[in-house]
C-alpha cells in the first residue's frame, strides 16, 4: 500500500497492509496447495482479521490513554507482534479494499467512502477468494462498504458466510432507512434479516457460531465492526462505566507534540469511548471461545484499525484525524498474535 506524503526512507521501514496481507494470503496458500501433500488440512493456520471503525492510535489504554478501558486489546497487544509503524489510507473504504487486495487503493476502485467511489472493481481478486481456493471456511460478519450489488458484495468476493450491514454504516445511506445499532436490520447471503441484540454483539455472536461450527476446518474470519464510527449509539449499561470519568486534557497527562483539541467534546468521547469498550468486552468473549475449542495455537489473529479518529480526543500526540494524511489520520494499532509461532511482546519499529 503507498503512504503517501511519507518520506520514502522512512516508508521503506514501515509496515503496511499490503505487506501483512501478503504474509497471510503465503501463508493459507501454500498450507493448501504446494504443502497439502505433506500437511494435514488441521495444520493449516486458522485467520481472524478484526477492525474497528474510527477507532484511532490514541484509543487503547497500551498506547497512553489512561481514561479508556481496553484491558483485552491491551492484553492482545503484550501477546502479539505489534507494528509500531502501520498506515493505512485516511478513510476507510480505501483501507478495506487494500486490506482485501493487498494493492494499492487506486488500483481497485475504491478511492473515497460516497457517491459511488467505494465500490471495488470486481475482477479483484480477495484474500477470502484465496483461502476459499485453499479449502478455507470463509465469514464475514460487520462492515463491507465495498459493494451492496452483485458482482461486488461480500458473497460474490470470496466470503461464503455473510452478516452484514450495507453501505458505510448502519443506519447510513444504502442501509436500510431507520436502521439502528439495537436489533439491526443485516444481510445474511444477500437476504434480509432481523437481528436481536447490540450490533457489535451480533456479529462476535455470529464470528463465535462460525468458529464452532468449523473448528475442525481451516477458517478465516473477518470481523469489521462498524464502531465507533457515528451515529454514537451506545448501550446504557456500557455508557454507565464512564460516568463521572475526566475527558478534560488535564486527564491524559502531558504528551509530546499535538495536544488534545479544545474542541473535544466529553460526552461524545464518553460515548465512543463506551463503544470501543463495547467491542473490548466482545473480543475477550471471541478469544475465550477460541481457548475453549482449544484452537488459539493454530490460529493467528491480526487487530487493526481503517483509520484515524473522527472526532477531536485523544491521539497520543499524533497530528490530524481522520480524513487527514498526517499521522493522526494514517496511523494506527496493529497486532498480529500466533502462539508459538511469533513473539509475543516483540514491537517492530522503523
Known amino acids: 500500500m503507498l503512504l503517501r506524503f511519507v518520506d520514502p526512507a522512512v516508508a521503506r521501514r514501515t509496515f503496511s497492509i499490503g505487506r501483512v496481507l501478503f504474509a497471510l494470503v503465503v501463508v493459507g496458500w501454500t498450507a493448501g496447495t504446494s504443502l497439502a501433500a505433506q500437511a494435514a488440512e488441521d495444520e493449516r493456520p486458522n485467520v481472524i482479521l478484526i477492525m474497528t471503525d474510527d477507532q484511532g492510535y490514541g484509543d487503547l489504554g497500551v498506547h497512553g490513554n489512561p481514561v479508556i478501558e481496553t484491558p483485552v486489546l491491551d ?42 467511489r467505494a465500490m471495488m472493481y ?87 457460531q462460525f468458529i464452532t461450527d ?44 499535538q495536544q488534545i483539541s479544545a474542541q473535544a467534546d466529553a460526552e461524545t468521547t464518553a460515548k465512543i469511548y463506551a463503544m470501543v469498550s463495547n467491542i473490548d468486552d466482545n473480543l475477550g468473549r471471541l478469544f475465550a471461545k477460541i481457548d475453549e475449542l482449544g484452537l488459539a495455537e493454530r490460529t493467528i489473529v491480526i487487530f487493526l484499525t481503517d483509520n484515524g479518529p473522527q472526532q477531536a480526543r485523544y491521539n497520543a500526540g499524533l497530528r490530524g484525524r481522520k480524513g487527514s494524511v498526517y499521522e493522526g489520520g494514517i496511523r494506527v494499532p496493529c497486532f498480529v498474535k500466533w502462539p508459538g509461532h511469533l513473539e509475543a511482546g516483540r514491537v517492530v519499529t522503523p
Not at 482485501?100 to 488500483?107: E, F, K, L
Not at 477458517?219 to 462505566?241: S, W
Request: with cysteine; charged share 15%.
Open 75 to 116: 492484553k492482545l497487544a503484550g501477546e502479539s507482534v505489534a507494528f509500531d509503524r502501520f498506515y493505512v489510507s485516511p478513510v476507510c473504504a480505501p483501507t478495506r479494499a487494500s486490506l482485501m487486495t493487498g494493492r494499492y487503493n487506486y488500483r481497485t476502485g475504491a478511492v473515497d467512502t460516497y457517491l459511488g
Open 122 to 208: 470486481a475482477q479483484e481478486v480477495t484474500l477470502a477468494e484465496m483461502l476459499a481456493a485453499a479449502g478455507y471456511q470463509t465469514g464475514i460478519f460487520g462492515k463491507w462498504h465495498l459493494g451492496d450489488n452483485y458482482p461486488l458484495r461480500a458473497m460474490d468476493q470470496g466470503f461464503q458466510t455473510t452478516l452484514v450491514h450495507r453501505g458505510g454504516g448502519v443506519g447510513q445511506p444504502a442501509d436500510p432507512p431507520g436502521n439502528l445499532y439495537m436489533n439491526p436490520t443485516l444481510f445474511a447471503r444477500g437476504e434480509a434479516v432481523q437481528t436481536e441484540g447490540y450490533c457489535s454483539d451480533v456479529y462476535t455472536d455470529a464470528a463465535m
Open 214 to 257: 468449523h473448528a475442525d476446518a481451516p477458517f478465516f474470519v473477518y470481523l469489521p465492526f462498524n464502531c465507533p464510527h457515528t451515529p454514537l449509539q451506545v448501550q446504557d449499561e456500557d455508557l454507565a462505566r464512564y460516568d463521572g470519568k475526566d475527558f478534560s486534557p488535564s486527564a491524559y497527562g502531558e504528551h509530546p507534540g
